[in-house]
């Protein structure tokens, strides 16, 4: 397939590659989430194809309308090296398949290095997506070793050779420019992450209460729906703040539930902190719910629709789908004001904002944890010791999901702006 050129890509199909760590299903954080939806919006109009991470995906959906999907396995002979260098392995693989692509678009450093190195193969526009930032991830030597030193090297290489950067918000992408001051701010564009309106609604009947179904599952995690409770969703690593969350626990009214669906650890060292939080606040009080393992999806709507409202303490957030589906589903957010979640949490029509200090040496650690810790404990005993206010909050999070943050319009913006790159190549 000849590469598309300004004068003739509206004219066209166009065939765009998308590679990524994460794609259905395996599935582990919001970056895989993004792609997935992006994938499928983009395929109604475009001719995407998946390059994902995880071996091949035997029986995936295909045909007019879908995303052609290929999956790749690591390489044996890289089996016991460091992760990143497993990475790498898998990257040259994808680079080489993306022949035949008018623009190569990769997600998160995993995938990074393929897309430039696809791009300079090929010589098409590279395109990548923001999701995080290695510098302002610092914790990643516990899990990396020496392999951080070449998640950076890969990241910063990607980011100086880019054709264009998409930042999920303009949190980060001053992020961005400030941790690769070279790269040119005109090739930054700004694309929120979106959400699925449909997937991620209330499960309600005719007369709004909870249907039978969202209130068994809800219960048969150990959900009491009849009393207040916070929930939080994410991965167990240093960005996410868990450890400042369940500290302020202690500070929490003792009628509030605490419903963690947390899991998959970066290292020992924070699972067994969190591990040690958690069985001490279970000590203290009823209503501590763990749930380590990933949900299907119906099930996490309905742990969400049981709650109250949803706690996001993250000290590193360049956007926060989880905040976008705990919205759609009708919670109100209590989180802190860093990065990319004040684009998306409304403060006092949507949640509360909790204001967060923090160390500027990447490592985003707040300068007063104490008093990070009692404010986020005021926000959530503020939402949950006034149902009304919390109802009314969560209507307009949903209503601000709708607005602003549906997939289709996240799809057209990105094309957008891969109308701007090949425009200008």
Not at 284 to 309: K, N, S
């Amino acid at each position: 397939m000849a590469h598309l050129t300004a004068s003739t890509w509206q004219d066209r199909d166009m065939r765009v590659d998308l590679l990524t760590r994460e794609y259905p299903p395996h599935v582990y954080g919001g970056a895989g989430v993004h792609v997935t939806e992006l994938a499928a919006v983009l395929a109604e109009s475009t001719d995407v194809r998946v390059r994902c991470f995880d071996g091949p995906r035997d029986g995936a959906p295909s045909g007019p309308g879908l995303p052609t999907v290929t999956g790749y396995s690591a390489d044996p002979a890289l089996a016991g090296a460091n992760a990143a260098l497993g990475t790498f392995g898998v990257n040259l693989p994808m680079a080489q398949d993306v022949a035949g692509a008018d623009l190569v678009h990769s997600h998160t450093w995993y995938a990074n290095l393929a897309g430039h190195l696809a791009g300079l193969l090929h010589g098409v526009p590279h395109v990548l997506s923001a999701h995080s930032l290695e510098p302002l991830r610092p914790w990643k030597a516990e899990q990396l070793g020496g392999g951080y030193a070449l998640s950076s090297w890969a990241e910063r290489t990607a980011y100086h050779g880019a054709a264009g950067v998409i930042a999920v918000s303009a949190g980060m992408r001053a992020d961005i420019l400030r941790s690769y001051p070279d790269v040119d701010p005109d090739r930054v564009h700004v694309v929120h992450n979106g959400i699925d309106l449909t997937s991620w609604a209330r499960p309600t009947g005719d007369d709004g209460a909870l249907t039978p179904r969202a209130l068994e599952l809800a219960r048969a995690r150990g959900i009491d729906p009849e009393k207040p409770a916070v929930v939080f969703v994410g991965r167990i690593t240093r960005q996410k703040g868990l450890p400042y969350f369940l500290r302020a626990v202690r500070r929490l009214p003792s009628d509030v539930q605490v419903v963690l669906c947390a899991g998959a650890p970066d290292t020992p060292e924070i699972m067994a902190e969190v591990t040690a939080l958690v069985e001490g606040l279970a000590t203290e009080r009823e209503g501590v719910v763990w749930i380590p393992d990933m949900l299907p999806r119906e099930e996490l709507v309905a742990v969400l629709a049981a709650c109250t409202v949803f706690v996001c303490p993250s000290i590193y957030e360049p956007l926060g789908i989880v905040n976008l589906e705990a919205m759609a589903v009708g919670l109100p957010v209590v989180a802190s004001a860093t990065g990319g979640i004040p684009e998306v949490v409304d403060d006092g029509v949507t949640g509360l904002l909790v204001q967060l200090e923090q160390e500027t040496d990447g490592t985003g650690t707040p300068l007063d944890p104490d008093r990070f810790e009692a404010d986020l404990a005021a926000a959530l005993t503020a939402v949950t010791s006034d149902p009304e206010r919390a109802a009314a909050m969560g209507a307009a999070s949903r209503r601000r999901v709708e607005d602003h943050f549906a997939w289709r319009a996240i799809g057209e913006r990105t094309l957008e702006v891969y109308r701007t790159v090949l425009e200008s190549v």
